[in-house]
Nanobody, 118 residues
Framework: QLQLVESGGGLVQPGGSLRLSCAASGSRASLYAMGWYRQAPGKQRELVARITSLGSTNYADSVKGRFTISRDNAKNTVYLQMDSLNVDDTAVYYC????????????WGQGTQVTVSS
């Protein structure tokens, strides 16, 4: 099926920035969404951001104004620019791909660790 390879995680101090990348390969539907969920120990899995093939974006309230999702269609890659990171952003971030209807995840990246700590 669709292959997703993500990168860009790491260790940063509060207030720092990271950019996650997720490159997709393989066939895909015309109506789809890509984005990131994150999972932290003891917390619910959370949809962080997504962007659809129509260009619509959605963000979790907790990251609005700090994170920006974008895409490079030529490279079949989506990016998540994360600014003003805080300790609550610490999690494993999983890129995903989902199709309409519902944009339910059908493919997942391998995950990348984001750690925000002083």
């Amino acid at each position: 099926q669709l292959q997703l390879v993500e990168s860009g995680g790491g260790l940063v101090q509060p207030g720092g920035s990271l950019r996650l990348s997720c490159a997709a390969s393989g066939s895909r539907a015309s109506l789809y969404a890509m984005g990131w969920y994150r999972q932290a120990p003891g917390k619910q899995r959370e949809l962080v951001a997504r962007i659809t093939s129509l260009g619509s974006t959605n963000y979790a309230d907790s990251v609005k104004g700090r994170f920006t999702i974008s895409r490079d269609n030529a490279k079949n890659t989506v990016y998540l620019q994360m600014d003003s990171l805080n300790v609550d952003d610490t999690a494993v971030y999983y890129c995903y791909f989902g199709i309409w209807p519902g944009f339910v995840p059908t493919s997942w990246g391998q995950g990348t660790q984001v750690t925000v700590s002083s």
